[in-house]
């Protein structure tokens, strides 16, 4: 198959989607009971593979969902490969995934009683919602705005703790305006999260039902 100018964006498209979605990844094989170490050699050596022109060429979505799709070819690569295999590819050139980005997650939670599937979709749930959350963020810095992002950001999400009073004195505002401002930004929100998940998904049909699947396992967790 030739490259061309549809190609190439396929092909960057697949590549920002598996780098924005691999900490679920990461999150299952802890979850396996592989130590930090195994799982990061794991998640270096799977993305090499899953990013390369070879396997990228060969990718047909179907009617899948990306969630789906990406634990599967996990799985499957697994299958194939050995820790030694999978050490030496970390080993050479530029690390797929930034090394302390796999640092930072280092702790992954093991305490609970989900299963690796589980805590695979749970933390899926939590990157589309902390991706979705960073491109609203740099939307409203874009439009002069981030201040007051941030200090609705409280109402939005419920973990405010500051009254409507002090955040309308900060900004200058009316208490009502900022009730208004707040409610608008959690429409943003809903907007910029249903872009997020439609992106990793190959039908808009499928869009509401991962919407309600994925905002459950957040209440849930």
């Known amino acids: 198959m030739q490259d061309n ?9 697949w590549e920002k989607l ?14 396996k009971e592989l130590d930090h170490d195994t799982a990061a050699d794991a ?14 060429r060969k990718i047909e979505r179907g009617n ?31 690390p797929v995934i930034p090394l302390h980005e796999i640092e930072e997650i280092i ?3 093991n305490g609970t009683s989900d299963s690796p599937e589980e805590a695979f979709d749970r933390r899926w749930a939590r990157t589309l ?21 941030l200090k609705l950001l409280g109402l ?4 405010g703790t500051e009254p409507y009073a002090k955040i309308a004195a900060d900004l200058g505002m009316t208490e009502g305006a900022v009730q208004q401002a707040a409610l608008e930004l ?7 999260l249903r872009q997020e998940i439609g992106a990793t998904v190959t039908d808009e049909s499928q869009v509401d039902g991962e919407i309600r699947y994925l905002l459950g396992l957040l209440r849930g967790s």
């Not at 499957?76 to 050490?87: G, I, L």
């Open 186 to 192: 959690r429409r943003e929100f809903g907007n910029v």
């Open 156 to 159: 939005f999400n419920g973990d």
């Open 5 to 13: 100018g549809e190609g190439t964006s396929a092909d960057s498209a």
């Open 64 to 94: 899948g969902l990306f969630r789906s799709f990406l634990l599967t070819s996990l799985q499957n690569w697994r299958t194939d490969q050995h820790r030694a295999a999978t050490a030496q590819k970390r080993s050479q050139g530029s």
């Open 129 to 149: 919602y902390d991706n979705a959350l960073e491109k609203l963020h740099k939307r409203l810095t874009n439009r002069g705005r981030e201040a007051h992002f």
């Open 43 to 56: 998640i270096q050596g799977f993305f090499a593979h899953l990013l390369s022109r070879e396997f990228l």
């Open 18 to 31: 598996a780098r924005a979605y691999w900490k679920p990844l990461y999150v299952f094989l802890r979850r």
């Open 107 to 109: 702790s992954a939670p």
